[in-house]
């Protein structure tokens, strides 16, 4: 799945990486520096991917030096100079006078000397120095401008120099570029700069396409990855309320995917049972027990009883042999029925799409729907499958050309038919069948003075019959496919195993309640500590318990107003208790 995921968040800045990296190609101006600004949105790993993709794709052709600088690292133009020198030269510049290259020691040059940067470019034939700004709306608007006039000019106009050195030019030395990432706008981030740093740049404004929740999703369940199992409708709700809450970003979403299958993997015992072939050796006894405890393994034996087949049923219950080999089937069998639902849903999402319904619903909404068994006989898909009907010729082959290489029977056969249709109309207009609201009309009679309508039909040609025909073929072999297809999961057999729907591991990771543990704590340190002086105190005060614990409970017995003197009289009683308990023992030991 990781595996998957990298790929198609690859492919949505594959764009914007190309951009990048033919401005950072392109000859640089005397005057200005060239600055790129890459709107990324709220994604904090978008930009980072962006810039790892662009060094790597300009080091096969150009020597360069990436240096990436977070607000966090530096406080102040000494320590950003510290920064980009340590970064270029891979040197541990850490003091002042100590910390320089061997190279440098005799010039005796500070470690926030840009000379020390234009020596280590020469001997090296760097190419382009790449400054990468990561979150740069978080940086201190001063700093940028004095980082600018720095390596633009050499000198410090909004500042004090640092050193006499930065009096001469380091933009003709060094050929710096900036990359800035941006995450609300290109107009919020200019008011952090002034107007003269602004004309230093020569700024190129690029745009990174936004992932959406649904790409992402879809990307996960899709029928072609190789998958042991699925997420339900339950846990899969309970991640994407939390996402339209919170307005998480994208890493969020993953992660909360990520965790979903490792949980199943690692803390749920059956998914051991996910193995193909299925080894006997490494099978308990307590896990044939475990199977047995199953909805479904119940289920199926109520209906061999309710068939009479009480030999198989009696194998299950007792022959642990018989139960792993049906064991083994019956997984493969699910499975297979859980991969053929997941392809009739995304047939149905493709005639959405090609017919561009205005009321299509997203695949979160639709697997959500076919993982709970409500998709098969839901609004939208009657809807959908009436609009099918209603479908002119040039549109109907235009479905069925994105329907052909799906398992719908008899796709190309319907669409040849459909097409020699075409080929034999000599009118302008596309053929329309008998289920098109345009050929009907209203008929108008009068009956003992009332007027009364109904519907009418309108002659239909040759042609328009024959296309009918064929509609209603299609409108049958799709129906009576998702029929078959959209099956309920829950009614299938050890569908625990194949299908992960537990809320409460990830409510407890992704929702914690710091509060109510905390709570529990002071109220129930017993359940903690698991001392045994706390033991048969689970409820009251005690004076065995921790002072925090007696503390907190003094408190929620107190009313709105506490007497602080009340307070401590109540708190050295129930000390003093436990002190002349403890004297009470010894003396009787003495």
Known sequence: MLTQLQKFFKSTTADTIGQVADFIRQPRAKTTIPTALIVVGPSNSTYTNIVRSVETQLQEELDVAVVNIVPSQIVNLKSALKLINNHVTDASLTTEEDGLPKQEQSSRRLNYDLQLLCDHVRSHSITKVILAFHDSETFDGALLNDIVEVIRSGSLRFRSPVTADFLSSWHDRIPFVCLFGIKTSVELFQEKLHRTTINRLHGAQFEVAQVDVDNV?????????????????????????????????????TSSLQYAHMTHIFANPLSVLLKDPLPAQILQVELYECVRNLDSFRQNIEDLLDQKDLDTARHLLQDDSFLHEQVEQGVKKTKKAIQSLIVAVELFASIQNSMNIRAAESWCSLYTKAMAGQLKDSVIVKDTLLAVRKLPSDAMATLLDDLADSPLPDVLGLLNEVRQLQSENKGTEPLRSKHDTNYAGLRTTIVSHKVELSKQSASLSKQDLSYSEIVNRVDESLGNYLQEALITPQDLFLHEILIYDFKSPHREVFAPKPRHAMERALSSPQDYLGCHCCKGTEHGLSPTHPVTSVLYQLFLESGAIINTSDLRSAFNAIVETEDNDDEDAEQERT
């Open 217 to 253: 999703f879809k990307t996960v369940t899709s029928s072609k990855m190789e998958k042991m199992f699925w997420l339900g409708p339950g846990i899969i709700h309970l991640i994407l309320q939390a996402q339209q809450r919170s307005v998480q970003s994208i890493e969020s979403f």
